[in-house]
């Protein structure tokens, strides 16, 4: 008789890595940024959008980070303008207003 193991409770989950703190997580704990070539950066909630894609985690000091830094411009390979920051800093609001909630 064949023993019965108990099924692995979690299932392959794929992993991303955030483009500033280098942790990796599930994707859906992550955030993907397409930088399209003239479009401002745009927050991929599909993960279906063309372009040069990046990824972030829900943590609001990376948004900040990546806001006043570099590692985004890195992992997308491009200068992000005024604009693609504002996003960046919405977004974390965004997510800082979420952590009080919680
Ligand atoms: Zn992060």
């Known amino acids: 008789m064949a023993k019965k193991r108990a099924a692995p409770r ?3 989950v794929p992993m991303r890595t955030c483009a500033v ?3 990796t997580r599930p994707k859906r704990e992550l955030t993907r940024l397409v930088r399209a070539p003239d479009e401002p950066l745009q927050l ?3 993960g279906k959008l063309a372009g040069r ?5 829900d943590e609001p000091d990376c948004w ?5 830094g570099k ?3 890195k ?6 303008g005024e604009a693609d920051r504002a996003v960046l800093r919405a977004r974390a ?7 009080m909630d919680a």
């Open 71 to 73: 590692a985004l411009d």
């Open 93 to 99: 609001a965004e997510l800082e207003t979420r952590e």
């Open 64 to 68: 900040h980070r990546a806001a006043q």
């Open 10 to 12: 979690r299932k392959h």
């Open 44 to 46: 991929d909630s599909t």
């Open 53 to 57: 894609g990046a990824y972030l985690c």
């Open 21 to 23: 703190c280098r942790e």
């Open 75 to 80: 992992a997308l390979k491009v200068e992000l």
